[in-house]
């Protein structure tokens, strides 16, 4: 692992907007005009330079004049969930009176407005079909509406193919003719700026006249929830509309449902911040599409109860309890075949990995494959691919956990795999599956995503054939750079901003996350006391080199085979400020994410 510092001088302008520690922070991640700071509403990007935005607002102004039905389809995940619920919201404010939805079975129908939705969707009899979080690459199942008659609105993020589907209007941002300045709106976000125009467009009908104007920006909590969840890169724009939705949660103008899952993981909603989102609250969502069905998850978000909200998210947690054992299952059995890969290839490549990882077994769960890619390719910094059997796998259903012999790893012929991907920096998932599928035809059958995370299925007779050719594929487009973790630091900190008031303001000084990281410094360190508390975390009592101040600091899920370690009495350590607010203590505790004797 190497640990590199960043290097920015910060501008004028900035230092005499905010301290010399914040302003090297910002100048650190591209920020040199304070203006850039400011996160107010106001600041947002129009949403008039969306591609088919004013067409999208016409199709769903003439719908609300005849007061037809519209079915929303929704992906599965956080974003997906949210940006439902947005709608339902916005579009009840709105007037519209016939309001439906459905979820695709991830298990049965797979992702997006795919031929089966398109049928399930025509069984609802809707004059017009709303995708969210989807439908940009949803050809087959368009063709199939719109032959019916209905109408087609396609509202997505996701980058398209080659050719666009053929709907009445298609609102994404990564449209090749789209001239929208952030790329990086969620699917939850896109759904927003569709909100926003539609409003402007009943408005100048004068269709307010006589009611109370919908206030869109109260919907903001979801938004935040959804960008944060889908780990889309926090441009300004997305930090303006994160900060707000954040704003309104703190003051509990939050909706029910988002209040009730935040009280259930511990979380206290007057300090809520991007980690409580992203680490706390998305996963209870995420965990019902991953092992039941998401439509638990968009019926949390839709109450305006608080009872009815709490039942929901109680069951919410459940299901996230049970992903949790399902998925400490799965990385137990990865890590025995990462053993067995890790042997050959000391036996045959002098101790180097594979540029790519792709992993299978016949009892995973397809629900919890993505997790897993996330969870392996952090601890190898590799790209993974993690297989399970697309027909095999039900909704709530359990992964067995005896032993089992070498036919448990190798696909089944006739059998349909679906595989989830994660990558590292540098290297392009879903253009690396491109490059496959270009270069050898028919060997995967569906694939889809973005950078960082994508999506495939292919033949389980392919899976042999396919880690061949991606690992030729990613060895050609990944160097030994690449390849190794490079951890990035915002350098050591002064002594003397070693304290409370430095950590409280950092954490208001974000709202930090994807492409703007939460702030991460390095440093040596004089070891006073070092414990294992729960069962792997390390706790630790440390002093900074050059000062006589003594700290807490906590190192989560360590190696308990190395750590604690009597005879290491100075450490390197990589970590971030935090606030341990503890039986009404607010104390400075450094959260070690890596630490080097």
Known sequence: MLIRQRHAEPSQALLANVSPLLARIYAGRQIQDPAELQLDAAGLHPPAQ??????????????????????????????GATSCALV????????????????????????????????????????????????????????????????????????????????????????????????????????????????????????????????????????????????????????????????????????AGIAAIVKRAGRNLGQLNTGDLGFAVAPRLNAAGRLEDMSLGISCLLSDDPINADRFAVELNAINEERKRIETDMREQAAIIMADRELQALAEAGNELPPILCLYRADWHQGVVGILASRLKEQFH?????????????????????????????????????????????????????????????LIDRF???????????????????????????????????????????????????????????????????????????????????????SNHLKLRVRPHGSQQSLDAIAFNVDTDIWPNPSCKTVRLVYRLDVNDFRQQRQLQLVVDHILP
């Not at 005849?66 to 929303?72: E, F, K, P, V």
């Not at 410094?521 to 294992?532: A, H, M, P, S």
């Open 50 to 79: 969306l591609q088919d935005i004013a067409k999208a607002a016409a199709l769903l102004a003439d719908i609300r004049q005849q007061q037809g039905r519209i079915l929303i389809v929704a992906d599965f995940d956080a974003d």
């Open 88 to 255: 339902i919201r916005a579009l009840t404010q709105m007037g519209f009176q016939h309001i439906d939805y459905i979820v695709p079975d991830r298990f049965t129908c797979g992702y997006g407005l795919s031929p089966e939705v398109a049928d399930m969707a025509l069984a609802r009899k809707p004059d017009l079909v709303i995708t969210v979080d989807n439908g940009i690459s949803s050809i087959t199942g368009v063709a199939a509406l719109k032959a019916a008659g209905v109408n087609v609105l396609i509202t997505d993020h996701h980058l398209p193919g080659d050719t666009l589907p053929d709907a009445d209007a298609i609102v994404n941002p990564n449209r090749f003719d789209c001239t929208f300045p952030s790329k990086n709106l969620a699917g939850v976000g896109v759904a927003f700026y569709l909100m926003l125009a539609l409003r402007a467009q009943l408005r100048q009908a004068g269709a307010f006249a006589d009611s109370k104007e919908p206030q869109l920006a109260d919907l903001l909590d979801l938004v935040a929830l959804g960008t944060v969840a889908d780990l889309v890169p926090l441009d300004r724009n997305n930090r303006i509309l994160v900060e707000q939705g954040l704003r309104r949660m703190r003051a509990g103008r939050c909706c």
């Open 382 to 442: 590799r790209p993974v691919l993690v297989f399970a059997n697309a027909a095999q796998t039900t909704p709530g259903g359990n992964v067995a956990t005896a032993q089992h012999d070498a036919a448990d790893v190798t696909a089944s012929e006739g059998m349909e795999l679906k595989g989830s991907g994660r990558s590292i920096p540098g290297l392009h998932l879903r253009d690396l599956l491109d490059r496959v599928a270009s270069q050898h035809p028919g």
């Open 448 to 534: 889809g995503g973005h950078a960082m995370a994508a999506g495939l299925s292919l033949a389980s007779d392919q899976l042999e054939a396919f880690t061949q050719a991606v690992t030729e594929t990613a060895r050609e487009m990944l160097d030994e750079e690449m390849l190794t973790r490079t951890v990035v630091t915002d350098g050591n900190i002064a002594a003397q901003d070693l304290q409370l008031a430095t950590a409280e303001t950092l954490r208001e000084a974000g709202p930090w996350g994807q492409a703007f990281p939460e702030p991460l410094f390095d440093g040596e360190f004089t070891v006073l006391d070092q414990r294992i508390v729960g």
